[in-house]
Nanobody, 116 residues
Framework: VQLVESGGGEVQPGGSLRLSCVAS????????MTWVRQGPGKGPEWISL????????QYQDSVKGRFTISRDDAKNTLYLQMSNLKPEDTGLYYC???WGAGRDYRGQGTQVTVSS
């Protein structure tokens, strides 16, 4: 199992980024997927999840209305479109297979820094 994130970077408040997570080594379409964020000095926090098939999504209140999770099963890729970014969105973002206590694999992550 391998999960490789990309798309992070440094952006000003109010800016946008699109994160990608390319999956390999398993049948991607059969799994729920989660985006997790770990801010500076904080523990990991799930911020969004999408079920297999993509028909159901959930978001933490802190990102609701600003972030959109999606998946392309033909490309084995998970996405996170982030807009109206705030300094508190700064952190390492990684994707994980599964959700909640069932998360079993994660990627190395991509750094997002929101700063003026």
């Amino acid at each position: 199992v391998q999960l490789v994130e990309s798309g992070g970077g440094e952006v000003q408040p109010g800016g946008s980024l699109r994160l990608s997570c390319v999956a390999s080594g398993f049948i991607f379409k059969n799994y729920d997927m989660t985006w997790v964020r770990q801010g500076p000095g904080k523990g990991p926090e799930w911020i969004s999840l999408i079920n297999r098939g993509g028909g159901r999504t959930q978001y933490q209140d802190s990102v609701k209305g600003r972030f959109t999770i999606s998946r392309d099963d033909a490309k084995n890729t998970l996405y996170l479109q982030m807009s109206n970014l705030k300094p508190e969105d700064t952190g390492l973002y990684y994707c994980a297979r599964g959700w909640g206590a069932g998360r079993d694999y994660r990627g190395q992550g991509t750094q997002v820094t929101v700063s003026s």
